[in-house]
């Protein structure tokens, strides 16, 4: 979801629009009607077994949902792995 707050309301309530970032809004921050920052979410950490986990409790006596559940613990650590990649050559800059 994705929300819009002005650098006016930031600079007066930024707890309360960082707020909306950490339940997991996207916010975008516009100054005189131009967007000017995005705030995002910081990722929270999953890994695919947890994910895996939690899809297989849904229903642990279907081979459907085992083979789905194995299919996102790959693609979620694949994306773990992206993000990690991502963020390190963001902060050696």
Known sequence: MIATETATNFNREPSRV???AERGQTVIIEK???????????PQPTSGDEMARR???????????????????????????????????????
């Open 32 to 42: 005189h009607g131009r967007p000017c920052a995005v705030l995002i979410p910081y």
């Open 55 to 93: 899809l297989t409790k849904l229903q642990p006596n279907q081979a459907a949902h085992r083979r789905a559940a194995e299919e996102v613990e790959k693609l979620v650590k694949e994306m773990d792995d992206a993000s990690r990649r991502s963020y390190r050559s963001a902060t050696s800059e």
């Open 18 to 20: 960082l707020g909306r």
